[in-house]
């Protein structure tokens, strides 16, 4: 066996003055023979790592700060007591986030599998990476169809004049309003279709029920471009009418890219999260200092952040604030255990997990001043409060903000900004769902996908996603979207996540999961006692807590003015159903495969398999985990393959180097 003891670091550039940049030198010290070679390879040959370090958190930052950042956290810092929010979701943070996103990073670094795969640690479990793989299926499917939208507006924004600027367009209503009544609402008044403000004490009692029935119903152009023209929406969920093939060419568009961005793997999805991660920030930024410009930008500041206090003390507001981070961070998706799979060994996650979970945190208090200021600009133009304006979701995203950029001097560059923001957020996050999806299925069956085959089973998975996701092209596709959004990652992502920590954390066994991290990184997590006391204690509370909450707040689906149907609310607990279902339905599988008494299998299958632990020998051998021959590197290696082990051995001895560079090696003897 040759040991990292067989070989030391050097810097003297004399014995190796041909080398510009500092590598890795290898000699075979049982052969008595020099064999200098530049190794720049990954440290899992055959799965793949990332280039750098740096390609992974951003990568998680990609994935962690989607378009929730933006149309959801600050919507709900206003709604539960503005600055005083702050308070539960710190609290949330330390107590919920952080630790459930270092867990599954840990998680994925330490066995270098995907979310099924990884299930090696007990197999009568691993259902819980099924269910995973389901919930990103799901989410993939339609979190592309947004996309879709960013790209169809813009597209619209690419003209002198934006579209949603006016009323006289063919798919505007008798509802439409784009004048300015804001010299009337101050006054208390109510404006007519003929544009002429009256007064109450001015009309009669009847006359003025009608101004008010029509002031609620009158809609923002922009509002009536999203519904009438993009969408082109119907009734109901009942009626799905025929596919908009502008919105199908836009969702092909989308997943075309996310393809061609996924082909190499995460070697070509670590350059471009590049782009995803960091343009959006540049935005964000770009767009702060135009709004601050803008007339009612401090009062849309002050709605966003004047303290409550008395909001704490409501249940509903530390629900919020737990259910944001959790939704926020995205675990228990499979996403973050994918990307943490492709990491080096001896990766410092648990600085990696603390970067991206505080920045995402952040980055949503920072994107709340440019999407409030802009609101308080909105609500000034119309003469009317930012509470009245204050929305989230899809209504801001596609309705308010782009009425409020409409209402701005070159209009066209401001429309064609934001919607690149949405585009760069979306895909980032979509790249990782993607990629989840095709490592699990890839991980399951590695000697027949891995490889070449890779491709085929990208397309195959970006071909499926995108014709089921025509559905939701359809006139009636906006209610699909609404019901697998709010079916497919809540109720089903909570019990799964409880799941998880609670399998890991009980059964596998905190000290030994300890352990392993610290293996990995040298070194406890500081302090071990408080990832102990969280993983086993406070994370699973914390997520029954969120999910009784979560179920006891639960109401109908609506969308706007429409309720959904019995029928829909029973397909969306099927849809969510579909994913725990995978638990126990995969567990039961398992123990029909093998012989003997029933409950000698399930105690069998509760072991971890023979196959558990790091991914490469050397790491096994540090792990003490049982070891195996694998196709990287067999334990009685042949003459011909001594090359092979020597690269592999120094490739991995690069993890004492904190900044990825190079070191020189060179023989001392064999112990």
């Known amino acids: 066996m040759v040991h990292k003891d067989h070989y030391k670091t050097v810097n003297d550039d004399e014995e190796a003055p041909w080398l510009k940049e500092p590598t890795i030198k290898i ?87 995907g979310p099924v795969s990884i299930w090696k640690v007990a197999p009568f479990f691993q259902g819980i990476g099924y269910a995973m793989f389901v919930i990103s299926f799901f989410i993939g499917i339609y979190y592309n169809m947004v996309v879709a939208w960013s790209f169809r507006y813009l597209f619209a924004s690419m003209t002198s004049v934006l579209p949603w600027t006016s009323c006289s367009n063919v798919w505007n209503t008798n509802n439409c309003r784009d004048f300015d009544v804001k010299n009337c609402t101050l006054l208390d008044g109510l404006v007519d279709s003929s544009r002429t403000c009256h007064m109450k004490s001015e009309v009669s009692d009847s006359f003025w029920k009608e101004l008010e029935l029509m002031n609620t119903n009158s809609r923002l152009p922009a509002d009536e471009y999203f519904h009438k023209r993009v969408l082109d929406i119907s009734p109901g969920i009942h009626d799905l009418g025929p596919i908009n093939w502008e919105l199908a060419l836009c969702l092909l568009l989308a997943w075309v890219c996310v393809f061609f961005v996924l082909l190499r793997g995460i070697k070509s999805f670590g350059k471009a999260v590049y782009f995803t991660a960091l343009f959006p920030y540049v935005i964000l930024t770009i767009l ?60 410092n996650c648990f600085r990696d997990a603390v970067i991206v979970a505080t920045g995402n945190v952040l980055t949503a208090f920072f994107a709340g001043f440019v999407i409030f200021g802009i609101i308080g600009f909105m609500a000034f133009e119309l003469g009317t409060t930012v509470d009245k304006v204050a929305t989230q979701g899809a209504g801001l995203a596609f309705a308010v903000y782009p009425e409020a950029v409409a209402r701005l001097p ?147 689906l609506t969308y706007g003015n429409y309720t959904y149907p019995l029928e829909a609310t029973i397909i969306g607990f099927l849809i969510a159903s579909s994913s725990v279902a995978m638990v126990p339905i995969v567990a039961i599988y398992k123990v029909f495969q093998l012989d003997g008494p029933i409950l000698e299998r399930i105690r069998v299958l509760l072991q971890p398999s023979s196959d558990w632990g790091p991914a490469l020998q050397v790491h096994r051998i540090e792990a003490g985990a049982p070891t195996h021959t694998d196709s990287q590197v067999p334990l009685a290696l042949p003459s011909s393959r001594f090359e092979e082990l020597e690269l592999e051995l120094a490739t991995v001895l690069e993890r004492d180097s904190e900044s990825d560079n190079w070191i020189n090696m060179k023989c001392t003897g064999p112990n």
């Open 27 to 113: 000699v075979n010290c049982d052969r008595n023979a020099l064999d200098s070679v530049i190794v720049k390879r990954d440290e899992n040959v055959e799965r793949g790592n990332w280039s750098n370090k740096l390609e992974f958190i951003l990568s998680c930052f990609s994935y962690a700060v989607g378009l929730g950042t933006i149309w959801r956290f600050p919507y709900l810092c206003y709604r539960n007591g503005g600055g005083a929010f702050l308070i539960p979701y710190a609290i949330m943070y330390v107590f919920a986030g952080l630790p459930l996103f270092f867990f599954e990073l840990s998680f994925g670094q330490y066995a270098s599998e």
């Open 288 to 347: 702060l200092i135009r709004s601050a410009t803008l007339p009612g930008f401090t009062d849309g500041i002050m709605f966003y952040l004047t303290p409550q206090w008395s909001k704490l003390t409501e249940a509903s507001v530390w629900g919020d604030a737990a259910m944001q981070i959790f939704f926020s961070l995205s675990p228990c998706w499979g996403g973050l255990i994918t990307l943490a799979s492709y990491n080096r060994f001896h990766n």
């Open 410 to 556: 070159i209009a066209p560059l401001w429309s064609i900004l934001f919607f690149v923001m949405l585009l760069t957020l979306g895909l980032g996050t979509q790249f990782t769902v993607l990629e989840t999806v095709v490592t699990t299925i890839v991980d399951i069956w590695p000697h027949k996908l891995r490889g070449k085959n890779h491709k085929w089973v990208l397309l195959a998975s970006a071909t499926i996603m995108f014709l089921l996701g025509l559905v939701m092209c359809t006139n009636g596709g906006m209610y699909v979207l609404q019901l697998i959004d709010t079916y497919a990652a809540t109720f089903s992502a909570l019990i799964i996540g409880m799941a998880e920590v609670c399998v890991i954390a009980w059964h596998y066994g905190i000290d030994r999961f300890l352990d392993d991290i610290k293996l990995m990184l040298g070194h406890d997590a500081p302090p071990r006692w408080y990832w102990k006391f969280i993983w086993k204690y406070f994370t699973p509370v914390i997520i029954i807590a969120i999910l009784v909450f979560t179920l006891v707040d639960f109401r109908t």
